[in-house]
């Protein structure tokens, strides 16, 4: 990692924002499940509500627009989002898809236009709308970084407790969406490098339970631990100097390649 970001000691981001995701409904759903903390290097973190009006949650489509807003900010930020961002090779090798990220991004959201404001994941899996049957995956792949961490379920692995599948298949569309409007502006970890440039904003993907049991939940909701969690570790480690570290995992040359094509957990050395 360049510079600031690789010197021990020395804080890389400026703001922490930590996502707990959902794929419940559509993208125009208030789901209480959708929760976002955000801290600053000063302080823990804290719940942002969604914008005032008729709804009490926050949406996906929502998300994603205060998303654009702030990372055009002239502050330095790392966004932990609780969704996969990719999908195993054998996705890749089964549909025939160039091993590239934003084509697959692309080649997906044609196939999963999860992001239209009256689809659902489950509209596209009964064939309502879509042609989800055209792309879909077994839930016995797993990519590496799932492997990895253990417990982590596969993103195709559907309707079973801890199933990131469903918010996966709906918020690949909006990773798509925030890298249209931010072209250049945001780097998204690992498919854009692993080692994002000084002062540069970065979107990587989370696993929660990697860092929630490590605090007290207090009066918190499960989803909104897990949000807070995320925003609090990496602010933690970000003020010690350590992210850098999980910015470049300890890969093979083999696992290293494919992880570009598969992503990578932020958290898993």
Not at 27 to 43: E, F, H, Q
Not at 78 to 102: A, C, M, N, Q, T
Not at 123 to 145: E, H, L, P, Q, Y
Not at 220 to 240: F, G, K, P, Y
């Amino acid at each position: 990692m360049s510079d600031s970001a690789n010197q021990p000691g020395r804080p890389a981001f400026d703001r922490y924002v930590g996502i707990d995701y959902s794929g419940a409904q559509t993208p125009t759903s208030s789901l209480s499940g959708l929760r976002v903390y955000v801290a600053n290097r000063d302080g823990p973190p804290v719940e942002v509500p969604p914008p005032s009006g008729p709804k009490k949650y926050w949406t996906r489509r929502g998300i994603a627009e205060w998303l654009v807003q702030r990372l055009c900010e002239d502050e330095a930020t790392v966004v932990g989002i609780d969704h996969g961002f990719s999908f195993p090779l054998k996705y890749f090798e089964r549909h025939d898809l160039p091993h590239d990220w934003p084509a697959f991004l692309d080649d997906f959201h044609r196939h999963w236009p999860t992001d239209d404001d009256n689809t659902s994941v489950d509209f596209v899996r009964d064939g309502v709308c879509g042609n989800g049957a055209a792309r879909s995956g077994d839930s016995k792949w797993r990519r590496i970084t799932e492997m990895r961490a253990l417990a982590a379920k596969s993103v195709f692995h559907f309707d079973v407790q801890g199933s990131v599948a469903k918010s996966t298949h709906a918020g690949l569309p909006w990773l798509r969406y925030i890298r249209q409007r931010l072209p250049g502006r945001v780097h998204f970890w690992p498919f854009d490098g692993w080692a994002p440039g000084t002062g540069r904003s970065v979107i990587a993907e989370v696993y929660p339970a990697l860092f929630s049991r490590a605090f007290p939940q207090g009066d918190r909701t499960s989803d909104q631990h897990d949000a807070w969690a995320v925003a609090e570790w990496m602010r933690r480690v970000d003020l010690s100097g350590g992210l850098g570290e999980f910015f470049a995992p300890d890969l093979s040359e083999a696992d290293r390649a494919a992880a570009m094509v598969e992503g990578w957990i932020l958290g898993l050395r």
